[in-house]
């Protein structure tokens, strides 16, 4: 099960997601939950930019989901109604419980649907996914009392999530969209995100010392979220820069279908630039972090 939640506000959209996938297993003597885990390198889109003004999010049977939101794509463009209409009665044709939360940006105005096979829900916040994974983000987003702006603790509360959490089912990476108010569409978000190995800094007294966050055999590593330059070919790129993987996803769109990354092995992010700038004809744009030095990726 996934955790994706989306919210209206100050005049944005934004979403955020983890990337995990678990599969029925049946047997819950081995898995607990009869839902086996799969490797984070499984991991799937779950937030869909298919429209400069739609955004699409889903949690439940990625198969069923993937084979929606590609025939959506196909019949597009459509008004808001048919497609709030066409995603509930696939549902429905599909027999199946998973949710969708669709952002959209019709005649000047940012709207906010949850849809179900029960129903469409109009309103400024949704989650879809875990319950337990939801209840565990409102502790930490309650809890916060720093002087802070409702986003940022958006932002940092879904983090701890993904961090923290004990549930199984849920985590690995996040991955975020929102509307961009200068160019009135949805892009996908860069980030930055360092966990420092064990190793210990030794500083002296008026000497410059670089605070990094560590190598690979202290246990440290840096993900970054490079996304794409062009708002009509939307995408996000998770690069690992000490392991030099590379996870890119597309969104899916009429000729797209798929939710899964395309993995790049063994590759500086310098040559992953030339290599996806020259297989796909994007820039991937954001930062990176390497033992201590941040640089703008551009």
């Known amino acids: 099960m996934s955790i994706i939640i989306a919210k209206i506000e100050d005049d944005s959209c934004v979403f955020r997601s983890d990337t995990k996938v678990s599969i029925l297993n049946g047997d819950d003597s081995v898995t607990g939950d009869n839902k086996l ?18 955004c699409l ?20 463009p459509l008004e808001l109604n048919e497609i709030l209409t066409f995603l509930q009665e696939s549902l429905i044709g599909y027999d199946d ?8 940006y019709y005649f000047e105005k940012l709207e906010l649907y949850k849809i179900g096979n029960q129903g469409i829900e109009k309103g400024n916040s949704f989650w879809i996914g875990n319950q337990d994974a939801f209840s565990e983000f409102q502790s930490y987003y309650n809890s916060d009392n720093r ?3 409702s986003n940022d603790r958006f932002r940092e509360s879904f983090y701890d999530l993904i961090r923290f959490s004990k549930i199984p089912t849920i985590g690995d990476f996040i991955i975020s969209s929102y509307f961009r108010n200068s160019h ?9 995100i360092s966990n420092s190995g064990y190793g210990i800094i030794k500083a002296k007294a008026n000497v410059p010392t670089t605070l990094s966050e560590g190598t690979v055999f202290e246990g440290a590593f840096t993900v970054t979220n490079l996304v794409s330059d062009r708002i009509l070919r939307p995408a996000v790129c998770l690069y690992f820069q000490k392991g ?4 890119l996803y597309f ?11 395309i993995v790049i092995k063994n590759i500086t992010l310098e040559n992953l630039k030339v290599e996806v700038h020259k297989q796909y004809g994007i820039n991937l744009i954001g930062w ?6 941040i640089k703008i990726v551009k």
């Open 184 to 192: 009135k569409c949805f892009v996908y978000k860069e980030a930055l």
């Open 147 to 149: 002087k802070k702006s």
């Open 37 to 54: 885990r799969l490797n984070p390198n499984e991991g799937v889109l779950k937030v869909h930019i298919i429209h400069p003004a739609i």
């Open 57 to 76: 999010a889903f949690a439940g049977t990625v198969n069923v989901c993937v084979n929606i939101i590609y025939d959506l794509c196909r019949k597009l």
């Open 244 to 247: 030099q993987i590379a996870y």
């Open 288 to 293: 990176s972090l390497n033992l201590g030095h």
């Open 251 to 261: 969104p899916i769109s009429n000729l797209v279908k798929s939710a899964i990354p």
């Open 97 to 104: 419980d998973s949710e969708f939360i669709l952002g959209s």
